[in-house]
Structures are given as C-alpha cells and as structure tokens.
C-alpha cells in the first residue's frame, strides 16, 4: 500500500458531503419500495437491493443507515424514519438467541440513537433513553449467553454455526457486550448468579487473537513472520472438551489464507475495543476477574497492530482496496498485484470494498488511540481511494451507496454481469452502512464535534 502521508482528514470533505446528498434520497427510496415481508435487504443485483435467506443480520445496517445520515446532515426526515424502524422492527433482534450479530443490528440502530442523545444532537427524553439502554442491555446479555468454554481456562461467544464455532466476526459486535455493561447489567445464570459481560467480551477477545490471528510466531508451518497478522476466519474446537482443533474459513478461499472481510472486522474490532477498555480504572478488570488493564490492553494492541500491518503490507493493493481472500487462486493472474491499484473489473478475482472500507475505519482508529501517524495516514489514503468514482455509487438507479462489495464468493451468492466471470459493481448493507459510520467519523476528525464512539 503506498501511503500518502500529507493527506488530511479535512481533504476528504468535499466527497462526504457528495456521498450524504446521494445517501439521503437512496434511503428514503430503498424504505418506500423495500417489502420488508421478505426480510432485510442484503446485497443489490443489477443495482437494485435483494434479499438472502440466512440470517437478518442486515437489518439494522439498514436503519442504521438513515440515523447515520442524519448525524452528518441534520436532516429530520432520516432521524423520523431510523426511530420509527428501529421501534417497529428491531425489537425480536433484541431477544435473537440464534446469532452472535446484536452488535450490528442493535448498537447500529439503538446505539445510535442513544449516542446521539448523550451528544444532544438530539432532545434528550428520559423514557426514550431508557428504551434505548433497555434495549442495549438486554441484547448485550442475550450474546454473552452464546458461550462455549475452551480447554484453556477461556472460551468464546459462539457462531450461529453452533458451540464448536469461534468467528473472526463477532469482534466487532462485542460492542453489544460492552455498552451492557457500562449500563450495569449482567447476564443472571441459574441460582441468579451473576456472569460479567466484560469479563465474557474480554475473555472472548483474548481467545480470538490467540487463535484466529497468527503473529509469525510458528503455531504452525505457515505461521511465519512474512505473514504476521494474517486471520482465520473461524476456529474450530471440540465441544465436548473445549480443545482447539483447527482454523476453518466459511466465506474465505481456505484456512489458511486470509479472508479479508473477517481481517477487517479484527482491526476495527479491537481498535474500537481498545478506545473503550482504555477508559476504564483498574477495579473494573478486577471485579470483572480478567486479567489486569495492562496486559488485556497491551493483547489488544498486539492483535489490532498485526491485523492492521498485515492490511498495509500484504492485503492491500498500491492504492488500499484489497482483494477478496489474500489467497484467492486467480490472483496469481493479476501479476503483482500488490504494486499496482486494484482492479474491480478484472475478470480473475473480485476486490471486496466492503471490507476496505471496515479496515479503513479500524486503520483510523488505531492511529488515533496509538498517536501514530502511519497507521492514521493509511486509512486516510484508503479513504480517499472509496470516495473516488470507481467506488462510490453515483447513478440515482443504483440503490447502493458502496460499488464492488462480495458476501459469499464460495457460495457463489455474488451477482457476476453477463459476459463476465467474476462479481463487480453491486453494493451490500454492511457496505453501505460502514461506508456513512467512516464518513461521520472523519467528518468528526476535521471539525470541533465529539470524537465518534460507540460509548459516547
């Protein structure tokens, strides 16, 4: 990746404020003709948005689309129609106990919505924000509730491929667990005995940089010091005795190679993690019976930083886009790849810039919380590389925000245009909603507003 290293966040302006004109009419369009009988809108096909049957682990990426916008314009209508979906429709998301997902359908619905009381950008109402943190703690408590011990002492909050499944995921969606518990909630067990939900987001954090990220460290042949960083999708352990067997890949190329969306999800996650645990004192570690500050903050870091070197030298091409799985087997085709920028309209192997745009943002992140500038100025540079035309949607008939995004390359679920041989050109709601949360961010990063939190 070739860093521009006197870019600002300020530079950057221009095209935000492009993007939330063209997201303003594309939401309220997608809400009046979306038949929400047939699910959440996923991914688009031919420009228009689509649903998939799996999860609805979609939904609140949607609504949380439309509050988003309005953070960044002020626009009333949006606030109106994210509140009113998000009361309307969210509500089973809050009591889903088949997914590991509350972070994304509830902290970008509720959790928003509850932010920007704290921040007054919107009226505070105390029964409102007690909805708000109702729903916050409960969802918070319901994920935690997914949980597998590991041989080692540890354990995971599991998939919803069952017990036996640690995901890169749900690192991101901790931030369920922890707004429930800055609220001063608990998961109550049998006899009401109490389980800690930073005790469970840290022990689950701990747990998937120990075993879905390699530091060159020779866990195993492939474990070199060329590929520090790289991520497993998922690891798979025994349920019957909690002992770790091996890493898996549902939607990368192979175990061992790096399926990028799930790396992006590591860097955010635990950068975004790291700016919440660092305002904690000492005491909540130790009431919580995690290890001490110092050395949960200091595992962060070195899982966040070996993600983020690994985006930076090895998954992303010149200009910051990366490729859907480092290890895709017709990447070999592109030549050197790396050293050129990326290709969305190749016919070999397809970028995925819904997860360039998640990296981005963790990139941004963990620049901010370390004070380092190489980290800051690469998510800056990738930035600048999703706001250019090849990215960012602009025909008014595509209802996608975000262009060249993949869900599920194995499955084949990823729309290939006639005469083509690999995806290009559709846009997905994790995309899109990641695509305005980035924009509100550096928004934020160039003007006197609050610092954009989770926790607020």
């Known amino acids: 990746m070739k860093i521009d290293a006197a ?14 004109e063209s997201a303003t009419s594309k939401i309220h369009n997608l809400d009046r003709s979306w038949d929400r ?8 096909i031919n420009g228009k948005y689509a649903t998939r049957g799996w999860t609805e682990w979609t939904q609140g990426f949607q609504f949380g689309c439309a509050i988003l ?82 041989a080692d002492g540890a354990g995971y909050i599991y998939s919803f491929n069952g017990p036996h499944s ?29 389980i800690s939900l930073l005790n469970r987001l840290i022990t689950h954090a701990l747990t998937s940089a120990k075993y879905n990220i390699f530091y060159g460290e020779g866990r195993d042949v492939y474990d ?7 991520t497993a999708h998922e690891s798979i352990f025994n349920p019957n005795d909690g002992r770790y067997r091996c890493p898996n890949s549902q939607q990368g190329f192979s175990p061992f190679t790096t399926w990028t969306r799930g790396l992006a999800w590591a860097m955010l996650g635990f950068a975004e993690e790291l700016e919440f645990l660092s305002t904690l ?42 490729y859907w799985d480092t290890g895709a087997p017709n990447l070999q085709k592109l030549g050197d790849w790396r050293s050129a920028p990326a290709d969305p309209f190749n016919d070999h192997e ?28 690469a998510g800056l540079t990738l930035s600048r590389t999703l706001f250019s035309d090849a990215y960012r949607s602009a025909s008014p008939s595509h209802q996608g925000l975000l262009l060249h995004s993949i869900y599920h390359r194995p499955k084949g679920w990823d729309h290939i245009p006639t005469g083509r041989t690999s995806p290009r050109g559709e846009s997905s709601m994790w995309g899109d909603y990641h695509f305005l949360e980035l924009s509100v961010y550096l928004q934020r990063l160039a003007s006197s507003d609050p610092y954009l939190t989770f926790f607020a």
């Open 69 to 150: 916008a309005f953070d960044a314009t002020g626009d009333q209508s949006l606030l109106q129609l994210g509140r009113l979906r998000t009361v309307e429709l969210m509500t089973p998301h809050i009591t889903h106990i088949g997914v590991h997902d509350h972070g994304f359908n509830n902290v970008s619905t509720f959790g928003n919505l509850r932010r920007l009381m704290r921040e007054n950008k919107i009226p505070h109402n105390v029964w409102e924000l007690a909805f708000y943190e109702l729903a916050l703690k409960s969802s918070g408590a319901v994920q935690a509730s997914r949980w597998s011990d590991a």
């Open 7 to 20: 870019l600002h966040a300020s530079d950057l302006l221009p095209s935000i404020t492009r993007l939330f």
């Open 224 to 230: 070199i010091s060329e590929t520090r960083g790289r």
């Open 37 to 44: 009988s047939s699910g959440a809108p996923v991914f688009t």
């Open 350 to 377: 397809p970028v995925d810039a819904s997860a360039s745009v998640i990296a981005a943002q963790g990139l941004l992140r963990l620049g901010h919380y370390l004070g380092d500038a190489t980290y800051t100025q």
């Open 281 to 322: 004192p000492e005491q909540s570690f130790t009431a919580a019976a995690v290890p001490a500050r110092q050395d949960v903050l200091k595992a962060f870091e070195k899982a966040a930083r070996a993600t983020c070197d690994f985006y930076i030298h090895q998954a992303a091409a010149d200009d910051g886009i990366c």
């Open 166 to 194: 640690l995901f890169i995921d749900t690192i991101r969606t901790l931030r369920a667990l922890a707004l429930s518990h800055q609220l001063g909630h608990a998961l109550l067990a049998e006899n009401d005995r109490k």
